[in-house]
């Protein structure tokens, strides 16, 4: 039988309650399923780099990592991003682009029926 750890981070706890919450509230999946994808190990967490987000995102699109977004790589297109964590690259090289950074909870304070949310793993 297996041990059942659970979140020992309380901001990040709080987050995943409010995920949860705002996929109850405003029917939207998209919340529940990042919310899912958090309260899992850490190891399993996505860690996206700025040259996928450039290959598969398209301009002024709305992305959602749940996980860290890393600088490797170039973006040129102007994207909204949202992540638990970003490098300090990252971000610089998004801002550049004429791109926009965000949490994922001032993502869905934004979004809240989290309509054309993409989620990048």
Known sequence: MGKNFKKTNPNLVTL????KDASRTNEAPVWRDIAVRLEGPMRNWAEVNVGKLNR???????????????GAGEIAKKVTV???????QAKDKVSKAGGQNMSIEELVAKYPKGSNVKIMR
């Open 16 to 19: 995943i309650q409010h995920l």
């Open 56 to 70: 598969y995102a398209d301009e002024n699109d709305i992305v959602v990592v749940p996980g860290k977004l890393l």
């Open 82 to 88: 949202a992540a638990y964590r970003f490098s300090g």
